[in-house]
């Protein structure tokens, strides 16, 4: 039976010991990860203090915020850009449906800036709001480890205090990493992306993952010139191969130009604006550069070696299945450990330690069919195996359903872009082991999806599930026809 939560002045949290700790639980870190791990190690009747770096929109070693990269620089105001860049199509779209909009229409990026941070910072107070309603003690200012049962929180004002708890948990995720390559100062990363003050006509980015393509999709949206480099073939690398090159059709059917297997050498102020070398010689000028190469765990300053806390070569925290670290009372959550780096397997991952140290659940993070979106121009969602993991995993023969069509707004639009769906199913067991879907909607649809995978669904089942029309969704009720069989065999690899 939970007991009662204990309040600051009351007694401290006996120590096996034979001593005391002023908490049951520190949380270090306030995003998504950590405040589900207090709040909800609270409900099970824990004394629970969090420690948070004070608010800004744009992350530093001493700026953070409530909610984390998600709710400030992340997820929510991406989402919100997002929104904006979509009204442009949308505006396109509506004079075959009998709106005559007469005149320019006109975008004003500060406007939205501005009602962007109002939302983020309205979001800030509520994280705070569900924290003091939880009961957990809000700390403010940057923790790092003394020993296994000891944090120092440095305040705004430079002064130190030192706090002791029987289980510390470490939930300070990852942070925008720089190219190390001439000029690279001049560049911005998606933190700064979020609240530029102008809005660019000329845009370059370096980087194929979803960030890449989803700002790539924001500016062009907002009718700025935009050119994506990446190494490889295609965007998405570890996306399904045929959803990845859908998404690069549709990029470049809006206007993105895309440069493949390029990189950025070099970069240079000018009168203009900034000049951009390639690997291959190009030159181009731009009015901002993005650098879009993935994020790196966000460890550096947490004095981890002072408790034994081991990391990998990358500055992840090396977790066990339950996400205990090397040192059996601290516990690691989130991107920092750099296992699936999404928010809402972070809040996972958060309310299984919850569970397994003060709830009495032994619990594992569950990793299997965990879905996502890509939230470009119209989006890419997937769930489960990509055609490619599936014959890497397979026993037997993999078979491939897939529908192309042309939704049923765009054919009074007019838009040449299409939905693509693809199912990806086990011949022996007829299970379903993967879904994917580029078009309109896209992260909805798979949401559903994500529950018949979680639960098991075959093929069968989908075949008999009565669709709902006219949809989009019902395509994946009504695809009969196999595109193709695979052996398992042939187990491709991929470059692309």
């Known amino acids: 039976m939970a007991r009662k939560m204990l309040k600051d002045e009351e007694m401290a949290v006996a120590a096996d010991d034979g001593g005391s700790y002023d908490y049951d639980l520190f949380v270090i870190g306030a995003g998504s990860g950590g405040v589900r791990g207090s709040r909800t190690s609270a409900s099970f009747g824990a004394k629970v203090a969090i420690c948070e770096l004070p608010f800004h929109p744009i992350s530093s070693d001493w700026q953070g915020g409530h909610g984390g ?24 779209d509506s004079k075959n449906f009998g709106w005559e909009i007469n005149g320019d229409i006109n975008f004003n990026w500060k406007k939205l800036l501005e009602n962007k941070t109002q939302e983020i910072v309205r979001l800030n107070g509520v994280y705070q709001r569900i924290l003091g309603n939880s009961g ?27 706090y002791t708890a029987k289980h510390i948990l470490i939930a300070t995720g990852s942070r925008a990493q720089r190219v190390n390559i001439p000029g690279k100062e001049l560049a911005i990363t998606s ?23 989803e700002f790539a999709s924001i500016w062009k949206g907002m009718g700025a010139q935009v050119d994506l480099f990446y190494r490889k073939e295609l965007p998405l690398r570890g996306f399904d191969d045929e959803m ?28 203009d ?33 002072a ?5 990998d070569n990358v500055g992840a925290i090396k977790v ?9 009372n601290i516990w690691a959550v989130g991107d920092v450990t750099n296992r699936i780096n999404l928010t809402p397997v972070a809040l996972m991952e958060a309310t299984c330690f919850s569970k397994t140290v003060f709830g009495g659940q032994p619990t594992k993070p569950d990793y299997r069919d965990v879905p996502c979106a890509v939230f470009s121009i119209p989006p890419l969602s997937v769930v489960g195996l990509s055609e490619q993991q599936a014959l890497e995993e397979a026993k037997s023969d993999v078979l491939v359903y897939t529908s192309s069509f042309n939704p ?7 838009r040449q872009e299409k939905t693509i769906m693809k199912l990806v199913v086990d011949s022996e067991t007829d299970r379903v082991l993967g879904a994917s879907m580029c078009g309109p909607d896209a992260p909805e649809i798979i949401q559903g999806m994500a529950v018949a995978l979680k639960c098991g669904a075959t093929k069968a089942t989908f075949d008999s599930t009565v669709g709902i029309h006219p949809s989009a969704a019902e395509e994946f009720v009504t695809m009969r026809t196999l595109t193709r069989r695979v052996s398992a065999a042939s187990k491709p690899k991929t470059n692309l």
């Open 307 to 311: 408790a034994g806390v081991e990391v």
């Open 69 to 92: 990269t998600c709710v400030i620089r992340g997820c929510v105001p991406k989402k919100i850009l997002v929104y904006g860049a979509s009204f442009r199509g949308e505006f396109e």
């Open 273 to 305: 604006g900034i000049k951009v070398v390639t690997d291959k010689g190009e030159e181009i000028i731009a009015d901002v550069v993005l650098f879009a190469t993935g994020r790196t765990p966000n460890s550096q300053r947490l004095n981890l070696e």
């Open 136 to 162: 957990v003690t809000m700390i403010e200012g940057a923790g790092s480890l003394v020993d296994a049962h000891t944090v120092e929180v440095t305040k705004p004002d430079g002064s130190k205090q030192r």
């Open 191 to 213: 933190d700064e992306a979020l609240s530029l003050e102008e809005l660019p006509k000329r845009a370059v980015i370096l980087g194929g993952g979803y960030i890449a393509v």
């Open 244 to 271: 990845r090159t859908v998404v690069a059709s549709n990029l470049e059917g809006r206007g993105i130009r895309l440069h493949p297997g390029t990189n950025l050498s070099e970069l240079s102020k000018t009168a």
């Open 408 to 414: 049923m707004k765009n054919s009074i639009s007019k």
């Open 320 to 328: 066990d299945e339950y996400s205990r670290t090397s040192v059996p």
